[in-house]
């Protein structure tokens, strides 16, 4: 098996600011923008990042920050909807998909790379789909779901870089690089990451 995940880590920001018409914004140019959750910065704008406005820092602080700052609230409601959007979207690459709210989409692709004539063919056509319709996204490639969640932390890939295991077919590899990488890139949740199931 095949997974692929997909990761939309400013979701809660391009809700607002992504516009169906050829990517326009409903923003100005330039504008610097924080979504908010709990009175502290859940995601922010290359703009408000460029004033050192980074996650989890408080509100007053961001407005210290740029005094110009636009703040929104995270409107969770949009969020499921633009997810459920892009879930319909990526049914074209596979009907094995899954939901992981509130920002991930996780797809088994095996069975679809003959397809789209590969997989790095399949991955250029996420990555033209996801741009046209102005989403940022990461993605991770391994043969269980978790590891492919894992992967968009530790090492994100493209089609233009395929991971080296994907170009061998071989699973031992995955499982050695595992191995290398930092207990810090778990969430808590998957620190049973079950990796003998790829052999």
């Given at each position: 098996m095949l997974w692929?995940?997909?990761?939309?880590?400013?979701?809660?920001?391009?809700v607002f600011t992504r516009s169906a018409k050829l990517c326009r914004t409903e923003t100005r140019?330039?504008?610097?923008?924080?979504?908010?959750?709990?009175?502290?910065v859940l995601c922010a704008n290359e703009t408000a990042?460029?004033?050192?406005?980074?996650?989890?820092v408080s509100a007053g602080t961001a407005q210290a920050l740029c005094a110009e700052l636009r703040v929104l609230e995270r409107h969770l409601a949009r969020e499921n909807t633009a997810l459920l959007e892009l879930a319909d979207w990526?049914?074209?690459?596979?009907?094995?998909?899954?939901l992981q709210a509130p920002d991930r989409l996780l797809l088994e692709i095996s069975a679809s790379l003959r397809l789209f004539?590969?997989?790095?063919?399949?991955?250029?056509?996420?990555?033209?789909?996801?741009?046209e319709r102005c989403y940022t996204h990461l993605s991770g490639l391994a043969p269980?779901?978790?590891g492919a969640q894992l992967m968009t932390r530790a090492l994100p890939c493209t089609a233009a870089a395929l991971p080296g295991w994907c170009a061998s077919g071989d699973p031992q590899a995955f499982r050695t690089?595992?191995?290398?990488?930092?207990l810090a890139l778990l969430d808590v949740a998957e620190l049973d990451l079950d990796v003998a199931i790829v052999g």
């Amino acid at each position: 098996m095949l997974w692929l995940c997909l990761h939309f880590p400013l979701l809660p920001l391009e809700v607002f600011t992504r516009s169906a018409k050829l990517c326009r914004t409903e923003t100005r140019s330039g504008e610097a923008i924080a979504v908010l959750e709990k009175s502290r910065v859940l995601c922010a704008n290359e703009t408000a990042v460029q004033h050192g406005i980074m996650t989890g820092v408080s509100a007053g602080t961001a407005q210290a920050l740029c005094a110009e700052l636009r703040v929104l609230e995270r409107h969770l409601a949009r969020e499921n909807t633009a997810l459920l959007e892009l879930a319909d979207w990526a049914y074209r690459f596979t009907p094995m998909l899954t939901l992981q709210a509130p920002d991930r989409l996780l797809l088994e692709i095996s069975a679809s790379l003959r397809l789209f004539g590969g997989l790095a063919q399949l991955l250029e056509q996420v990555e033209t789909d996801l741009a046209e319709r102005c989403y940022t996204h990461l993605s991770g490639l391994a043969p269980t779901p978790r590891g492919a969640q894992l992967m968009t932390r530790a090492l994100p890939c493209t089609a233009a870089a395929l991971p080296g295991w994907c170009a061998s077919g071989d699973p031992q590899a995955f499982r050695t690089l595992i191995d290398t990488l930092p207990l810090a890139l778990l969430d808590v949740a998957e620190l049973d990451l079950d990796v003998a199931i790829v052999g």
